[in-house]
């Protein structure tokens, strides 16, 4: 497979994901959710203050953020956002400004509608 194919492929299935707030598209098995996040060590008191919704958006590979979190000053930058758990997790532990990038535009847009309502 070319790259371009890769990507696009990798895009649709995410966009899949963010239209029906499952990490499960098309019978594929991808670990997921509040089991995931908490596997990977997400803080239990952070993930209770979530919306069940953003929760079930989550595929991640890792809590980016152990003990202290990210250091330093100014803003974070997220990529690979997808709907936004770190991101939101950066903002809220350094309370700072967090811009999240990915790919997959419906992922991001939930994200966003989630944080407004927030």
Do not use: W
């Not at 990977?40 to 209770?48: M, Q």
């Not at 809220?92 to 811009?99: P, W």
């Amino acid at each position: 497979m070319d790259e371009k194919r890769i990507k696009a492929g990798v895009r649709e299935i995410y966009e899949e994901v963010a239209a029906r707030g499952t990490t499960s598209p098309r019978g594929l098995r991808v670990d997921s959710g509040r089991t995931l996040a908490l596997r990977l060590g997400y803080p239990e008191t952070f993930l209770d203050s979530l919306d069940e919704e953003l929760l079930s958006l989550f595929a991640g590979c890792g809590f980016p953020h152990p003990e202290k979190g990210p250091t330093g000053r100014g803003p974070v930058l997220d990529l690979g956002c997808g709907a936004g758990l770190d991101a939101l997790f950066a903002a809220r532990a350094l309370d700072r400004n967090v811009v999240g990038v990915d790919l997959t535009l419906g992922l991001l847009r939930r994200g966003q509608a989630y944080l407004r309502g927030t």
